[in-house]
Nanobody, 115 residues
Framework: QVRLVESGGGLVQPGGSLRLSCAAS????????MGWYRQAPGKQRELVAL???????NYAESVKGRFTIARDNAENTVTLQMNSLNPEDTAVYSC?????????WGQGTQVTVSS
């Protein structure tokens, strides 16, 4: 079955950096668009970044120039490098893949930006 496991969250000061990783299994990883989403307390989940099977990327306006999504098809992983973090980036970050008509999610990893 499809399994997504995130890692790399934590507490960071404003202006700091974190790198999230998502390990995928149960799919032909290189064939699918992978995405990172986040949900802050009291807010709806929002798209952070997408990366196509060929490596094309799309970002939310709020993270453009600060976050970078990348994938390693040999390792079946997708990463999110987050720089210049601010308190508004505090959220649970989850990776996701849509396979046919189903969307699969990881368990999420907490990112807290605070001094």
């Amino acid at each position: 079955q499809v399994r997504l496991v995130e890692s790399g969250g934590g507490l960071v000061q404003p202006g700091g950096s974190l790198r999230l990783s998502c390990a995928a299994s149960g799919i032909t990883f290189s064939s699918y668009v992978m995405g990172w989403y986040r949900q802050a307390p009291g807010k709806q989940r929002e798209l952070v970044a997408l990366i196509s099977s060929r490596g094309s990327t799309n970002y939310a306006e709020s993270v453009k120039g600060r976050f970078t999504i990348a994938r390693d098809n040999a390792e079946n992983t997708v990463t999110l490098q987050m720089n210049s973090l601010n308190p508004e980036d505090t959220a649970v970050y989850s990776c996701s893949v849509r396979v046919d008509l189903l969307t699969f999610w990881g368990q999420g990893t907490q990112v807290t930006v605070s001094s």
